[in-house]
């Protein structure tokens, strides 16, 4: 049960209103019984008014009462001789304006009309009840009361809501398009307005973890984020030697708790799947924005008892403000990886359906020359047979540009295997013999960074395809976030400077690699052949390769 006092005040002002003018126009006591009976129609609306039945009844009961006391008021009038000419039942019936409000306010104009409907009649019957030997209803008085306070009720019941929508301004739905275009130019503004202008996880983290040095001790730190099959990826790190971050959330872990809980955890163990030696002390702290987990801090000292409250106090002071910033950076990075892949498949659609489709007539037409040709004509076909080559030739290009395209780094697969498939594929195209070197850790990298890491790949891949000339393809992944490197060697003739096309593709990676804040190495490879390389993060120091495997193509 629900009270509201201000509906409860302005019915009990009501009712004293028209109580007072009840006793002045009737001066008789015995027809305030009338609005002891509105007293009792109103309870639901006191204790009850937004019950579905109960409300709706009463208020139906309160235009009911006031249509009938309106023709006992006005002959208790008539009579004393007050109010003459059935005027006497204005004193009751502007009560009729409180259930029609109320009501039109609710927006139920269904209910409005009934309600109207029900006073009329209500007036009615109470205008032909014969006391003192007259019937109200046939006064003019009575009438143009009544047909006045029906005319006043219309209008609340059916002008209110309208009045309200005129009044409220139109709230035009932007376009989807104009939206995005609206919210990405304000982005824009603001990540030009950022410290260093920057919206780079990677980034983003690196610095917080430098603030956290000043403010906590510790030998390593991380930064780790949500990704996809409920798995972290190690954002950024710090410390003398990689750790091998657990990265799940299904374990018994402090970082479990973190996550789950949204509260600074601490351990006295590591926080590595790989144990560490000694006394350890660990701290994971939340990133925080909103209501919604998106990262952890991880701190870790060589020390027991390294993180009491007064640390955790200020590392939390640290990590607030950087969580909406690392949030900013996050999304920024998935609205740029979802826009990227779709441009890419809907280049490969059109390709598909476009160029592809008429090259592939072309060939055909190609081939019905060669069909028709008269006896004799050895050069056209010879012509002809150059020209039927060069679009197959351009054909074959033509679907590889489209695997290349629809190629992305599958969150179950993982980027080594990625890689392969695209090298397998091109290596086949071209007679290439290809081998491959994988060494990928469990953990993940950030879905945007592997995405560009896999198109480096892919543009050293088919350089060496096109324009090396070469017999074997060696392509090597190490993967250890947030470390990782990818290096594409051949053993052709080597890059050619003066070559346009080998400039643009170099243009191109160098800007891949600096968007993830990562190296490109272009170097010669002996005794022939080019290796290029791009590298992110520094080396991990570990004395053992995982998950290897060396094999060559088809092997």
């Not at 309160?62 to 009038?77: N, R």
């Not at 010879?382 to 039927?388: A, H, K, S």
């Not at 050293?460 to 395809?465: L, Q, V």
């Amino acid at each position: 049960m629900r009270i509201h006092p201000l509906v409860v005040a302005a019915r009990l002002v009501m009712l004293a209103l028209v109580a007072a003018l009840t006793l002045i126009a009737t001066r008789e006591p015995a027809e305030l019984r009338w609005i002891a009976l509105l007293l009792v129609a109103a309870l639901p609306s006191f204790f009850a008014p937004d019950h579905r039945i109960a409300a709706p009844l009463g208020r139906l009961a309160e235009v009911a009462v006031t249509g009938l006391a309106a023709g006992s008021v006005a002959a208790a009038a008539n009579s004393l001789g007050t109010v003459d000419a059935g005027f006497g039942a204005e004193a009751v019936l502007p009560y009729l304006a409180v259930p029609l409000l109320t009501a039109a306010l609710r927006r139920r104009p269904t209910e409005g009309a009934a309600l109207l409907g029900v006073a009329a009649v209500a007036m009615v019957i109470g205008g032909v009840i014969v006391e003192e030997g007259t019937a109200v209803i046939t006064q003019p008085g009575y009438l143009a009361a009544g047909g006045q306070w029906l005319v006043l009720g219309a209008i609340v019941t059916f002008a209110a809501d309208t009045m309200r929508q005129l009044m409220t301004p139109t709230e035009v739905t932007p376009q989807p398009y104009a939206e995005a275009t609206r919210l990405l130019t304000q982005l824009r503004s603001v990540a030009r307005s950022l410290p260093g202008a920057t919206l780079d996880p990677g980034g983003i983290s690196e610095h917080l973890l430098e603030e956290l040095r000043t403010v906590a001790p510790a030998e390593r730190t991380a930064v780790l984020s949500a990704s996809g099959g409920g798995r972290l990826v190690v954002l950024a790190q710090s410390g003398a030697e990689r750790v091998d971050w657990e990265v799940t959330l299904d374990n018994d872990s402090a970082i479990a708790d973190a996550w789950a809980t949204q509260q600074a955890q601490t351990a006295s163990r590591s926080q590595a799947r790989t144990p560490v030696g000694g006394d350890t002390s660990s701290l994971v702290v939340p990133l925080v924005a909103g209501v919604r987990t998106i990262g952890l801090v991880i701190l870790e000292a060589d020390v027991s008892s390294a993180y009491p409250s007064a640390v955790i106090s200020r590392v939390t002071e640290v990590t607030g403000p950087a969580a909406l910033r690392l949030e900013a950076a996050l999304l920024f990075d998935e609205v740029r990886s979802l826009a990227t892949n779709e441009e890419r498949q809907r280049l490969a659609r059109e390709i598909h359906d476009g160029v592809a489709q008429e090259l592939v007539m072309v060939g055909y037409g190609i081939d019905n020359a060669q069909a028709t040709l008269p006896e004799g004509a050895e050069e056209t076909a010879e012509e002809l047979r150059t020209l039927r080559g060069e679009v197959t030739r351009v054909i074959t290009e033509l679907r590889l540009s489209l695997f290349e395209l629809r190629s992305e780094v599958d969150r179950n697969g993982g980027l080594a295997a990625a890689i392969a498939e695209y090298a397998r594929t091109l290596g086949t195209s071209a007679g290439l013999r290809v081998h491959f070197t994988f060494d990928e850790s469990t953990a993940r990298l950030p879905a945007a960074t592997e995405a560009e890491l896999l198109r480096i790949a892919q543009e050293a891949i088919t350089n060496a395809r096109k324009h090396a000339g070469a017999s074997n393809l060696w392509v090597t992944c190490t993967v250890d976030p947030p470390y990782a490197e990818i290096e594409v060697s051949d053993d052709g003739k080597g890059f050619a400077d003066d070559r346009p096309d080998g400039r643009y593709g170099l243009a191109i990676m160098a800007e891949r690699a600096e968007r993830i804040r990562g190296r490109l190495e272009i170097r010669p490879r002996h005794p022939s052949g080019t290796t290029v390389a791009v590298v992110l993060g520094t080396s991990a120091r570990r004395d053992s390769v995982r998950d290897s495997v060396s094999a060559p193509e088809g092997e």
